[in-house]
């Protein structure tokens, strides 16, 4: 079993930056690719980012890509996403997930999730 608990999130201007947190318990941390997603109010659960149990490789979604950074430190059993140049389409509560099973974007291939943190970015 993995527990995750995300940390971070909050109120910023368009154009500002924010550092999110999750960090996993279980000693199976170290072999699960780890995931950010987001769901705004009345929208569906969208992939954001991705990272390999490794660290060295990561995936983006297209909105994400040039402004968001994910990484993962092991040894803290954290994995962590950087937002820069924030949009007030980031809106969005953030959710981390751990243990693919199945297609990197798809939110039904990861087996555990933290509750999430909320990010509000103001115009």
């Known amino acids: 079993q993995v527990q995750l608990v995300e940390s971070g999130g909050g109120l910023v201007q368009a154009g500002g930056s924010l550092r999110l947190s999750c960090a996993a318990s279980g000693r199976t941390f170290s072999s699960y690719t780890m995931a950010w997603f987001r769901q705004a109010p009345g929208k569906e659960r969208e992939f954001v980012a991705a990272v390999s149990w490794s660290g060295g490789g990561a995936y983006y979604a297209d909105s994400a890509k040039g402004r968001f950074t994910i990484s993962r430190d092991n040894a803290k059993n954290a994995v962590y996403l950087q937002m820069n140049n924030l949009k007030p389409e980031d809106t969005a509560v953030y959710y981390c997930?751990?243990?693919?099973?199945?297609?990197?974007?798809?939110?039904?291939?990861?087996?555990?999730w933290g509750l999430g943190t909320q990010v509000t970015v103001s115009s």
């Open positions: 997930a751990a243990n693919l099973m199945g297609r990197v974007a798809v939110p039904t291939g990861y087996a555990y």
